[in-house]
């Protein structure tokens, strides 16, 4: 019972460690077949040290769905790498979802977001509040399909 957890942990911190390097790689491929240089490989690991340094500034209007959403986005993030086995073997939390349950959780993620971007009360947030929303509406029925 207890290499389940271990598993499931090594699982999540791994995840949680090699999506920025996935997503780097992704970039760079991207770039060279667009014939550009591109950004190093290790760049979102930059970037998120760059983002962890910041100082963190909130709009006197915005309400608390704004401040809350991305640590909700986050948690919703990580609660799916518990759900979804990446090994063969069946995670901790794996039973109580399916497919379709992980698609819910990242159309709930996308509505947080978009509510978050609302919830600013900017114009510029709204408007890509709606190029998100319409890119939701495209592409999460095809990944329940």
């Known amino acids: 019972m207890s290499g389940i957890f271990i598993e499931t942990a090594i699982q999540v911190v791994g995840i949680l460690l090699i999506s920025p390097l996935i997503a780097g790689i992704y970039q760079n491929i991207k770039a060279k077949t667009e014939f550009r240089k591109g950004f190093p490989v290790l760049q979102p690991y930059y970037d998120l040290l760059k983002y962890v340094r910041k100082e963190s500034i909130i709009s006197e209007g915005s309400g608390s769905i704004h401040m809350y959403g991305p640590m909700l986005v986050l948690g919703l993030m990580i609660l799916l790498a518990f759900l979804i086995p990446v090994q063969p073997n069946i ?55």
């Not at 109580?96 to 349950?101: K, S």
């Open 91 to 145: 995670t901790i939390f794996g039973p109580l979802a399916d497919f379709l349950g992980g698609a819910m959780l990242f159309t709930l993620a996308s509505v947080l977001t978009i509510l978050a971007a609302l919830d600013s009360r900017s114009n510029f947030s709204a408007m890509s509040a709606g190029r998100s929303a319409l890119f939701s509406a495209l592409a999460e029925p095809t990944l329940i399909v």
